[in-house]
């Protein structure tokens, strides 16, 4: 039998290009980072890519926040290999294996102590949305209640019931709640005391006979939004949420698909409020760059029967290996720690440029998750009349000291975010979009990013931003990205 021939590897702008056009002809309408990076990675190692065009690019998304140790980390693939070289079974269903028992015990001793102690671990498919669902069954199942509470620009996955809990779900059949922020504050004021006015919200919704919501079955909460324009919570509102639900007996769910394995300068993102779940959703950096998804809760809400929650692909050896020499490698050399000093730094530097460009609403994050906000500047309209948000009306009555700016939040300007991106992977430099509109540029780079990258990071950053947003250049609308283009020379 004749082997299969490999794809070549050697730059090509031929293949580049080819491959390109076949994805356009052949995949789902549905792809998404496709469109906007139109690049073809062949090889790959921390925190750079190369393309099949032969062109290098820094890469801070990170597979959305899936690689903390960045591509290809020595000891993920050494981790990997011994399992391949061991001869070891790679599908397991959910059979105990030494693997398994050394991710476990790995995950575990990173968990808060109240948590590990008492806790236990459901393996789930391979997505997050897979663990937020059997995250919402578990609850359902313990408390014997249907109703959730999630907030305003939650992103909890792509499935039936994870959607329905996230902000853009295309109906309503979980209980919005206000998430506090302070550039576009729902409340109009920011700061301490929009986070309480949020706060004092979900009591009286819980407490209020006549509110129309029910004991729900649980809260789930991001630490910190990412899709919804990373968002940190505040750690006093955080507490409060974990007060409020304690004291009703309501399960609080904390999603830390994208904040965990150090990713905001914690290892955990709930560390920095000092809260503990009970019910933590885990996935993207836990597998290593592979495939896995777990819930870990408290034992008491283990009321499923054999059966109740299963799956096929819940035992992946190799993400297993994977994770459990990634959990080791962030905690035994203080990435989470580095990440906090490294991100304060950025955030400084980016806040700087900010100062530089009104085109910058707000430069905002936690560790090495970081997003930068576009806004129109004052008398400067989207081209195609699309809603890009509104300037919020002032509640000076409610305002405070340490509250959020005093002028209102100008108009998010989509097509200002999506030029900076474009700009970026002209210069070699892999962003993301996302937030209310696409209007946040999203940096998400290895823990493992050095110094000397940092740099190269911020200042292409800085060169794509005037580039984009230098005085009285208008933006266009984007139009549909063409798929088989290449990015245009740095």
Partial sequence: MALTQLPPTEPSAAAHEGILRRQSSRESAARTYARSLPIVPVRARGLTIEGADGRRYLDCLSGAGSLALGHNHPVVLEAIRSVLDSGAPLHVLDLATPVKDAFTEELFATLPRELAESGRIQFCGPAGTDAVEAAF????????????????????????????????????????????QDYRCPFGVGGENGARLAARWTESLLDDPKSGVRRPAAMIVEPVQGEGGVLPAPDGWLRRMRALTAARSIPLIA?????????????????????????????????????????????????????????????????????????RHVRENGLAERAASLGARILDRLRRLAGEYDCIGEVRG??????????????????????????????????????????????????????VQR??????????????????????????????????VLERLADAVAAACRPGRRIPAPSTPKEAGAASPA
């Fill in 255 to 327: 999603d830390e698909v994208q904040t965990g394995v150090g990713r905001t300068g914690a290892f955990w993102a709930i560390e920095h409020s000092g809260i503990v779940p009970d019910v933590m959703v885990l996935s993207k950096a836990i597998g290593g760059s592979l495939p896995l998804a777990v819930i870990v809760y408290r034992g008491d809400l283990d009321t499923w029967q054999p059966g109740d929650h299963a799956g096929t692909f819940r035992g992946n050896q190799l993400a297993m290996a994977a994770g459990a020499a990634t959990l």
């Fill in 137 to 180: 069954k578990l609850v359902r199942t313990a408390t014997g209640r249907d109703g959730l509470l999630a907030f305003t620009g939650a992103y909890h996955g792509m499935t039936e019931g994870a959607l329905a809990a996230s902000g853009a779900a295309p109906s309503v059949r979980v209980t919005r709640l206000p998430y506090p």
């Fill in 366 to 419: 936690a560790g090495l998750m970081i997003g930068i906000e576009f806004v129109a500047p004052e008398g400067e309209r989207p081209e195609d009349g699309r809603p890009s948000g509104t300037r919020a009306g002032e509640s000076a009555a409610l305002r405070s000291p340490g509250d959020g700016p005093a002028a209102g939040p100008l108009p998010a300007s989509p097509e200002r975010a999506a030029a």
């Fill in 423 to 456: 700009e970026c992977l002209r210069r070699g430099l892999i962003v993301e979009l996302g937030g209310r509109h696409s209007c946040v540029v999203r940096l998400l780079p290895p823990l493992t990013i050095t110094d000397e990258q940092t740099e190269a």
